[in-house]
């Protein structure tokens, strides 16, 4: 198994610790909070399972990408998204939530908006540093839990992903050595030079250490003007626990808005 690959089956098998706490049953709406990597697995995940995850992110393009994934609940965590849930549900609400700690740009309370009284809300990540108000999870009696990475559940994520449970063909894995981090360094900061289809920098990303993985989500469809406009999640792995970074690819100004596949 490939070093990109072996990190997506610690991703599912994440997916699969969180969806088996929350316990989720057929045709029950489980609102998701995070449309990353993660995010669209554990979508995915609860899709093969007969549930209906309602994915929701407070950037648009991430949803954009997740339906290309075969995610067909998506929402924008704005001001209607209790609404929009509300409609989904029938105003029941979800029956339960999933809070991606890896997502940190949406508020840690979305999951406790939008999730029914006396439900279960489940946050995994891999020991990020959150800061939550549980004043509305008391006053709607909500049970929360924190899942973390169980290695126990790797052979059953390696199945998902083999047996096709799971789809990862949108997602280009890159391996770059060491002596290739100029090069992939040069690639990045391109940006800043103003170059169509290449990615933004993120300033708080760690430096490029030996065995660094990138995980490219692929674009859908050419484009007239040659550029790209689709997200990319970058994993900069060290000798240590691996840090995600997350960057997004950018359209050229004009560019048509391009069809779904």
């Not at 940006?191 to 490029?208: D, E, F, H, K, Y």
Request: glycine share 6%.
């Amino acid at each position: 198994v490939s070093r990109g690959l072996g990190d997506v089956y610690k991703r599912q098998a994440l997916a699969k610790a969180a969806a088996d706490k929350l316990g989720a049953k057929k045709g029950q709406h489980v609102a998701v909070v995070g449309a990353n990597l993660l995010g669209i697995l554990l979508c995915q995940l609860l899709i093969y399972q007969q549930a209906a995850p309602i994915l929701i992110d407070a950037e648009p393009e991430r949803l954009e990408f997740a339906k290309s994934c075969g995610v067909y609940y998506t929402m924008t965590a704005d001001e209607n998204l209790l609404n929009n849930v509300a409609n989904v549900t029938g105003g029941r609400l979800a029956s339960g939530a999933i809070y991606l700690a890896s997502s940190r740009r949406n508020d840690p309370s979305i999951p406790f908006s939008v999730c029914a009284q006396h439900r279960d809300v489940v946050f995994c990540g891999f020991g990020e540093k959150l800061s939550i108000d549980f004043a509305l999870p008391f006053r709607k009696q909500l049970s929360v839990y924190c899942v973390t990475h169980r290695s126990d559940n790797l052979e059953a994520a390696i199945n998902l992903v083999v047996s096709g449970a799971v789809d990862v063909s949108a997602f280009e894995f890159r391996v770059q050595k060491a002596e290739n981090a100029a090069n992939v360094l040069e690639e990045y900061s391109a940006a800043a030079r103003g170059i169509c289809g290449a990615p933004q920098v993120n300033a708080s990303a760690p430096r490029l250490q030996a065995g660094a993985y990138a995980f490219s989500r692929r674009p859908r469809g050419p484009c007239p003007r040659r550029c790209i406009k689709t997200d990319t999640e970058t994993l900069w792995s060290n000798s240590s626990r691996p840090t995600w970074t997350e960057r997004f690819w950018t359209a050229k100004k004009g560019c048509p808005k391009r069809s779904s596949p």
